[in-house]
């Protein structure tokens, strides 16, 4: 099974608040593969589960490892890792 | 098996089936399935999730149509919330294989994530709890449909549980059916207490998050007498309060009976009084039926919570007449108002500030608001014509705070005069020690008034910097610590060195645990809670002095609190097994 792994830090001003969850969850929620986010050296937490995504209170200067399993594992993370490092759209 | 510790406000024990009242009054049923019926739940369960999902997306779009689009974002994070698959998950596991009926497993599964959330502490994820319990009620909104259970059709006699009781929730109460209260949030002023204690059931309060983490269903004891609620007891200590319950009973009514006219006296004859704290005017009726020698502590919060307006002269005046015709002749001790901290507040909305519990309360707010505090004062002196009326200042720092109360109290008296109105004008005027600096320099003070009255509950907060709701801190708090029983011992040597009366009316006061070394302190008036005076009394008349010395002497020579406490409640255990 075809795996994928970055980490980005986080750099928007607020970190993951509610709505960049929400945008994490809406592109992950496309993909067939398994996708998890860890802060630092935290737990796994399910990419496609808003509250998980939240329980990671990933403030801004958090390291996000993002980690796809699956056969489109590597545009999962891609597009994902590309939301965070353009902080969201957040001006 | 889960024990949370709050602030006990209303005594007794109860053992039941917890209601957990959410902001509209329903209750979360906890069911379990027959196998059969699963397939049908899981459905049920799906078809509320679509229906709030479509619910949430027109609420959006018509958010987003008035305000904009970057207001409307929360609810994309709770339409993800309806769809979350760890909740899914979790929701479908409850009901596939514990058998529970979706509402409970809906709300365990929410309620899980909101604990987790809270516990991380973090201040930007405190406003998704929030959000959780949003789409939580939405969701069960749609589970229960019309088969809503409200307060008013209760059947079987249930534990409230609550964030905390609105005036509206406990009005629409059958009392039959409530056994006990216990809320999140409150004091011993809180209405949730007021209301247990009229109604003489148990009640916890400032648990912090007690109506959140227990589901309704779960199987609950309330210990109102040490502010203690357990959820899922296992079965010794089922047992062990089945039996605490049934002689707590017996042994209360038994009590009251036995000691209602005869005198709080040691064994060898040193006689204490014992007067009743109280919040509301009703309950001056069951303080003389406990057998109350006075009112130690007339709260007058009560008479400024309506809504709107503060009450007039002559409303205030009545009240405390009112008070005086069913003492017959007993004292009564009018406190001015105290509002501030976690007290009740004024109809008009006061300025936010950082640090309430050390900001603008109490005298200091009297002394603010002089033409509020004036129309007190002459109601105060009026009533003084009518009884034995005594004039308490709360939270008092300093001497010139007290000249000034006094310089105040003078100028209603001459108002008085010129008015020629009636009033005694030898009124007892006393001080609240609630400060530490009061405590410090009560010998001073002790020289410019007629009584103290100690007041333990913000003396243990201010000595030892624990705010005793919070429940970070709130097991810092200790009544027993070295501090707080060198000051205690100090503000009762300075008042009987100057000759005056020292009470003592905080929750230690009502406590029997405390007695004896309140006694060994060589306090001889103690004020609290009506239904607590039996059994104070109790442990007066079972008590010699030289036991008394004896604990005392032990209990100030120890440097842990817990210790102290420890040794304290063995001591009361042996003196009088019965209450303990």
């Given at each position: 099974?075809p795996?994928?792994?970055?980490?980005?830090?986080?750099?928007?001003q607020?970190?993951?608040?509610?709505?960049?969850?929400?945008?994490?969850?809406?592109?992950?929620?496309?993909?067939?593969?398994?996708?998890?986010?860890?802060?630092?050296?935290?737990?796994?937490?399910?990419?496609?589960?808003?509250l998980?995504?939240?329980?990671?209170?990933?403030a801004?200067?958090?390291?996000?490892t993002?980690?796809?399993?699956?056969?489109?594992?590597?545009?999962?993370?891609?597009?994902?890792?590309?939301?965070?490092?353009?902080?969201f759209?957040?001006? | 098996?889960?024990?949370?510790?709050?602030?006990?406000?209303?005594?007794?024990?109860?053992?039941?089936?917890?209601?957990?009242?959410?902001?509209?009054s329903?209750?979360i049923?906890?069911?379990?399935?027959?196998?059969?019926m699963?397939?049908?739940?899981?459905?049920?369960?799906?078809?509320?999730?679509?229906?709030a999902?479509?619910?949430?997306?027109?609420?959006?779009?018509?958010?987003?149509k008035?305000?904009?689009?970057?207001?409307?974002?929360i609810?994309?994070?709770?339409?993800?919330?309806?769809?979350?698959?760890?909740?899914?998950?979790?929701?479908?596991?409850?009901?596939?294989e514990?058998?529970?009926?979706?509402?409970?497993?809906?709300?365990?599964?929410?309620?899980r994530?909101?604990?987790?959330?809270?516990?991380?502490?973090?201040?930007h994820?405190?406003?998704?709890?929030?959000?959780?319990?949003?789409?939580?009620?939405r969701?069960?909104?749609?589970l229960?449909?019309?088969?809503?259970?409200?307060l008013?059709?209760?059947?079987?006699?249930?534990?409230?549980?609550a964030?905390?009781?609105?005036?509206s929730?406990?009005?629409?109460?059958?009392?039959?059916?409530?056994?006990?209260?216990?809320?999140?949030?409150?004091g011993?002023?809180?209405?949730?207490?007021?209301?247990?204690?009229?109604?003489?059931?148990?009640?916890?309060?400032?648990?912090?998050t007690?109506?959140?983490?227990?589901s309704?269903?779960?199987?609950?004891?309330?210990?109102?007498?040490?502010?203690?609620?357990?959820?899922?007891?296992?079965?010794?200590?089922?047992k062990?309060?089945?039996?605490?319950?049934?002689?707590?009973?017996?042994?209360?009514?038994?009590?009251?009976?036995?000691?209602?006219?005869?005198?709080?006296?040691?064994?060898?004859?040193?006689?204490?009084?014992?007067?009743?704290?109280i919040e509301?005017?009703?309950?001056?009726?069951?303080?003389?039926?406990?057998?109350?020698?006075?009112?130690g502590?007339y709260?007058?919060?009560?008479l400024?919570?309506?809504?709107?307006?503060?009450?007039t002269?002559?409303?205030?005046?009545?009240?405390?007449?009112?008070?005086?015709?069913?003492?017959?002749?007993?004292?009564?001790?009018?406190?001015?108002?105290?509002?501030?901290?976690?007290?009740?507040?004024?109809?008009?909305s006061?300025?936010?500030?950082?640090?309430?519990?050390?900001?603008?309360?109490?005298?200091?707010?009297?002394?603010?608001h002089?033409?509020?505090?004036?129309?007190?004062?002459?109601?105060?002196?009026?009533?003084?014509?009518?009884?034995?009326?005594r004039i308490?200042?709360?939270?008092?720092?300093?001497?010139q705070?007290i000249?000034?109360?006094?310089?105040l109290?003078?100028?209603?008296?001459?108002?008085?005069?010129?008015?020629?109105?009636?009033?005694?004008?030898?009124?007892?005027?006393g001080?609240?020690?609630?400060?530490?600096s009061?405590?410090?320099?009560?010998?001073?003070?002790?020289?410019?008034?007629?009584?103290f009255?100690?007041?333990?509950?913000?003396?243990?907060?201010?000595?030892?910097?624990?705010?005793?709701?919070?429940?970070?801190?709130?097991?810092?708090?200790?009544?027993?610590?070295?501090?707080?029983?060198?000051?205690?011992?100090?503000?009762?040597?300075?008042?009987?060195d100057?000759?005056?009366?020292?009470n003592?009316?905080?929750?230690?006061?009502?406590?029997?645990v405390?007695?004896?070394?309140?006694?060994?302190?060589?306090?001889?008036?103690?004020?609290?809670?009506?239904?607590?005076?039996?059994?104070?009394?109790k442990?007066?008349?079972?008590?010699?002095?030289?036991?008394?010395?004896?604990t005392?002497?032990?209990?100030?020579?120890?440097?842990?609190?817990?210790?102290?406490?420890?040794f304290l409640s063995?001591r009361?255990?042996?003196?009088?097994?019965?209450?303990?």
């Amino acid at each position: 099974m075809p795996e994928a792994v970055r980490e980005v830090p986080v750099t928007n001003q607020y970190g993951l608040h509610a709505r960049p969850a929400s945008r994490i969850v809406g592109i992950a929620s496309r993909y067939r593969s398994e996708v998890t986010l860890a802060n630092g050296s935290g737990r796994a937490v399910n990419a496609k589960s808003i509250l998980d995504v939240l329980t990671l209170a990933a403030a801004s200067g958090a390291n996000l490892t993002i980690r796809a399993v699956g056969d489109d594992a590597e545009q999962a993370v891609a597009e994902i890792a590309g939301l965070i490092e353009q902080k969201f759209g957040e001006t | 098996m889960e024990i949370k510790k709050g602030i006990a406000v209303s005594p007794g024990y109860a053992i039941g089936e917890a209601f957990v009242l959410d902001s509209e009054s329903y209750r979360i049923p906890k069911r379990v399935l027959a196998p059969a019926m699963l397939e049908a739940e899981t459905e049920r369960y799906r078809k509320a999730c679509e229906a709030a999902s479509a619910e949430v997306a027109g609420v959006q779009a018509s958010f987003e149509k008035k305000v904009g689009k970057a207001y409307a974002a929360i609810f994309e994070a709770h339409l993800w919330m309806l769809k979350d698959p760890q909740i899914h998950a979790e929701v479908l596991r409850r009901i596939r294989e514990q058998r529970f009926n979706a509402e409970y497993a809906v709300s365990r599964a929410f309620r899980r994530y909101a604990w987790m959330f809270r516990s991380m502490g973090d201040e930007h994820l405190s406003l998704r709890v929030s959000d959780l319990y949003d789409v939580e009620k939405r969701l069960l909104r749609h589970l229960l449909g019309q088969k809503r259970e409200s307060l008013t059709t209760l059947t079987d006699p249930v534990i409230i549980l609550a964030h905390d009781l609105t005036p509206s929730q406990t009005a629409s109460l059958d009392p039959k059916k409530v056994i006990a209260f216990a809320t999140d949030v409150g004091g011993r002023t809180s209405h949730t207490a007021i209301v247990a204690r009229a109604l003489e059931i148990p009640a916890v309060v400032g648990l912090g998050t007690v109506s959140t983490d227990i589901s309704g269903g779960d199987r609950i004891v309330i210990d109102g007498n040490r502010g203690v609620v357990i959820i899922s007891p296992d079965g010794e200590t089922l047992k062990k309060y089945e039996g605490l319950s049934t002689s707590f009973r017996a042994f209360g009514k038994r009590l009251t009976s036995e000691l209602k006219d005869v005198p709080a006296v040691t064994k060898d004859g040193t006689r204490v009084e014992l007067m009743a704290n109280i919040e509301l005017p009703e309950e001056v009726e069951s303080a003389v039926r406990y057998g109350a020698e006075g009112i130690g502590l007339y709260r007058t919060e009560f008479l400024y919570a309506r809504e709107g307006a503060a009450p007039t002269e002559m409303e205030q005046f009545k009240a405390y007449v009112h008070a005086l015709r069913t003492l017959s002749g007993r004292p009564l001790v009018v406190r001015t108002l105290d509002v501030g901290g976690d007290k009740v507040m004024l109809g008009e909305s006061q300025p936010q500030e950082p640090n309430p519990i050390l900001g603008c309360r109490s005298l200091r707010f009297s002394f603010q608001h002089p033409a509020l505090f004036r129309i007190q004062l002459r109601a105060v002196l009026r009533a003084s014509a009518f009884g034995d009326v005594r004039i308490l200042f709360p939270m008092v720092s300093g001497l010139q705070e007290i000249d000034r109360a006094k310089d105040l109290l003078k100028a209603a008296m001459e108002e008085l005069d010129r008015e020629g109105i009636l009033y005694n004008k030898d009124l007892p005027v006393g001080i609240m020690i609630e400060v530490p600096s009061a405590a410090l320099i009560a010998d001073r003070l002790a020289k410019e008034v007629q009584f103290f009255s100690i007041g333990t509950n913000d003396l243990v907060q201010y000595t030892l910097a624990v705010d005793r709701v919070n429940e970070r801190v709130a097991n810092l708090y200790k009544p027993t610590h070295p501090a707080v029983l060198r000051l205690l011992k100090h503000v009762i040597q300075s008042g009987a060195d100057a000759g005056i009366r020292v009470n003592l009316c905080g929750e230690m006061s009502g406590d029997p645990v405390y007695t004896m070394l309140l006694l060994g302190l060589g306090l001889r008036s103690m004020s609290a809670s009506p239904f607590a005076i039996p059994e104070l009394k109790k442990v007066i008349r079972t008590v010699s002095m030289d036991e008394v010395r004896e604990t005392t002497e032990k209990a100030l020579a120890m440097d842990d609190p817990d210790q102290t406490s420890a040794f304290l409640s063995e001591r009361a255990r042996q003196i009088l097994p019965e209450a303990f």
